[in-house]
Structure formats: structure tokens, C-alpha cells
């Protein structure tokens, strides 16, 4: 059982910076992959960003690219999310999620569906 918690989120002004946190426990805790998604009520689940585990590779939606950064920390079983010059359309719930599936196209981390453990969410809201 893998047990996800978010924390870092907050309301800010346009372009701001905010990091969130993903701290994991739980005794099977070896995931393949980390992302984050986003949601916001009445739409779906949207990609912001996934990182493997054990691996380098990062990938970044569109929307977000070179303003977000996601990082981890093996050691604390923690994954980050660097969210800076944040625009009120980054106005949302955001989620951490596992997954203990191995891909190697990491465009399969786009998939929220690839993903087994998730967190509660954070939310955060950016005003203009």
C-alpha cells in the first residue's frame, strides 16, 4: 500500500512561485515513474509532468514547459514540483501519482490511467 501526500500549495499572484511536495511511504514503495496532474472541477485530469524513479528522464506538458520543474529526492521518497512566473490558468488541485509499471516510452506517463497510487491533492490558485 502506497500512501501519497501533497503539500506546497497556496493561493499567489500571477507570477509567482510556488514548490509542492509529494512525500510517499509505505513498504512497497518502488515506483518506475512520478507525475503530476492537475485538475480542476468539471474537467478532466490534465499532465503537468512526470519523472522516472530511477532514471533522468523528465517530460513536461506544453502548458507548462520551462516555467514548471519537477525533481525528486530517492532518499526521502519525495518528489517536487517548481512552479515559477505561475499564470491564473495554473489554477487548480494538483495531484501526485505512482506508478509501479515499468514503459519505456515515457509518453506512457502522460496517461493518468498508468498510474496506481494517488494523492489527496493540493490546491492552488493563482489571481490575476
Known amino acids: 500500500q502506497v500512501h501519497l501526500v501533497e503539500s506546497g500549495g497556496g493561493s499567489v499572484q500571477a507570477g509567482a512561485s510556488l514548490k509542492l511536495s509529494c512525500a510517499a511511504s509505505g513498504r512497497t514503495f518502488s515506483p518506475y515513474a512520478m507525475g503530476w496532474f492537475r485538475q480542476v472541477p468539471g474537467k478532466e485530469r490534465e499532465f503537468v509532468a512526470s519523472?522516472?524513479?530511477?532514471?533522468?528522464?523528465?517530460d513536461y506538458a506544453d502548458s507548462v514547459k520551462g516555467r514548471f520543474t519537477i525533481s525528486r529526492d530517492n532518499a526521502k521518497n519525495t518528489v517536487y514540483l517548481e512552479m515559477n512566473n505561475l499564470k491564473p490558468e495554473d489554477t487548480a488541485g494538483y495531484h501526485c501519482?505512482?506508478?509501479?509499471?515499468?514503459?519505456?516510452?515515457?509518453?506512457?506517463?502522460?496517461?493518468?490511467?498508468?498510474?496506481?497510487?494517488w494523492g489527496q491533492g493540493t490546491q492552488v490558485t493563482v489571481s490575476s
Open positions: 501519482a505512482a506508478s509501479s509499471t515499468y514503459y519505456y516510452t515515457f509518453g506512457y506517463y502522460r496517461l493518468s490511467r498508468e498510474y496506481d497510487s
Open positions: 519523472i522516472r524513479w530511477s532514471e533522468e528522464n523528465t
